[in-house]
Nanobody, 115 residues
Framework: QVQLVESGGGLVQAGGSLRLSCAAS????????MGWYRQAPGKQRELVAS???????TYADSVKGRFTISRDNANNTVYLQMNSLKPEDTGVYFCRFLGYGRDYWGQGTQVTVSS
């Protein structure tokens, strides 16, 4: 049974930083894309950033220049470094591992940015 476990969320003041981690437990292979999504209260879940096995990275326009995604393939872990956080970054952050016939989601970690 594969599980994705996120960590690193919390409460931070505007302008601060947080680093999210997502590690997979269990047997996992053939993962092409790792990504981070977020869902703010009353809003749809949206893509924040993703990274492929070959290092192709995509960022939401709202986080470009502030967030950095990286991955450790050997340990099936993906990270999201979040700098210059804004109140509008508040939400539940979910990691996702996507491969051929495989789609795994984490349980989510709360990020709250106070003004």
């Amino acid at each position: 049974q594969v599980q994705l476990v996120e960590s690193g969320g919390g409460l931070v003041q505007a302008g601060g930083s947080l680093r999210l981690s997502c590690a997979a437990s269990g047997s996992i292979f053939d993962i092409n894309t790792m990504g981070w999504y977020r869902q703010a209260p009353g809003k749809q879940r949206e893509l924040v950033a993703s990274i492929t096995t070959f290092g192709r990275i995509t960022y939401a326009d709202s986080v470009k220049g502030r967030f950095t995604i990286s991955r450790d393939n050997a340990n099936n872990t993906v990270y999201l470094q979040m700098n210059s956080l804004k109140p509008e970054d508040t939400g539940v952050y979910f990691c996702r591992f996507l491969g051929y016939g495989r789609d795994y989601w984490g349980q989510g970690t709360q990020v709250t940015v106070s003004s």
